[in-house]
């Protein structure tokens, strides 16, 4: 026998490669993903169903539904402005200080949600720096709505605008040079040319803030005070009924929290089924 025919290394097929892999993200997922979020939905209904409604229907629970549903329903909007407003900046103008500013867009992603939220109670808190003016005044924000809706903000200021900037630096200009050329005031060059060619990056990233904003705990957590059925969202509501030993309560409100986040997806994997094409031609080196 030749020696160098036992010396060849072995090929593994391409079938069984492919297969261990998809083996591997498979069983990550299930562990790590599935099996978690199975299990809050077991425990939601460990007592039945009329347990489980009768936990949703509690004073303290629809008060911080309301709650998380108002802070994201104005944190969003402020996100998807300001994240509009960022990305046409970085991948339209060239100007000193725009690493900086994309550097200031990814601050959220680099600083812990706590120390953020730290940071709002130093600045407006009763013993803040301008907390003493803000009392002299009737104003309240943190232990309230506004302080809530400030760390949202912060927390999710990035996810509008890293969806937008690589597609509009992909984009470049031209067609909106075009239609300037054209005749087309700013407005009509905006909502006629730039929003068609970003609209799918910006409802993906709407989408993704908007999960994050209900699900923040971090940052809220520090300015909200757990007043409860005033400042406690459902992140909250789930820490407090779970430190209360109700865990089939805190289950309850966190398997609304999964359903919301699972909305999520199914919308976004909706929305890819029907524009597949569409989006694909709209992402960046898409034609």
Not at 31 to 41: E, K
Not at 129 to 157: R, S
Request: hydrophobic share 55%; glycine share 8%; proline share 5%.
């Amino acid at each position: 026998m030749s020696t160098h025919a036992s010396t060849r290394p072995v090929r593994w097929p391409r079938r069984l490669v492919r297969g261990l892999f998809i083996l591997i993200a498979v069983s990550f997922l299930a562990l790590f993903l599935l099996l978690p979020l199975a299990i809050v939905f077991i425990e939601a209904f460990r007592e039945g169903v009329s347990a489980y409604f009768a936990t949703i229907k509690q004073g303290d629970a629809l008060s911080a539904i309301r709650l998380t549903l108002l802070v994201a329903a104005i944190a969003v909007p402020l996100n998807l402005v300001f994240g509009v407003a960022a990305a046409w900046a970085m991948a339209r103008f060239e100007f000193h200080g725009k690493a900086l500013l994309g550097a200031f867009i990814d601050l959220p992603f680099s600083i812990s949600p706590v120390i953020s939220g730290l940071v709002y109670v130093l600045l407006f808190g009763a013993q803040g720096w301008f907390g003493p003016w803000l009392d002299a005044h009737g104003v309240k924000i943190i232990f309230a709505v506004p302080g809530l809706v400030l760390a949202t903000v912060f927390i999710t200021l990035p996810f509008v605008a890293r969806e937008l900037i690589p597609l509009m630096q992909s984009q470049g200009s031209e067609e909106e040079e075009a239609a300037r050329v054209l005749g087309a005031n700013g407005w009509q060059m905006f909502f006629r040319v730039t929003v068609p060619n970003i609209r799918w990056a910006l409802l993906y990233g709407v989408l993704l803030c908007n999960a994050r904003a209900m699900g923040e705990f971090g940052a809220v957590s520090v300015v909200s005070g757990h007043i409860r059925g005033l400042t406690t969202t459902m992140p909250l509501e789930v820490e407090m009924r779970y430190n209360e030993y109700d865990y089939v309560g805190a289950f309850a409100v966190a398997s609304l929290l999964a359903l919301l986040a699972l909305l999520t997806l199914l919308v976004k994997t909706l929305l890819e089924w029907r524009y597949g094409g569409e989006i694909a031609a709209h992402a960046p080196g898409g034609h």
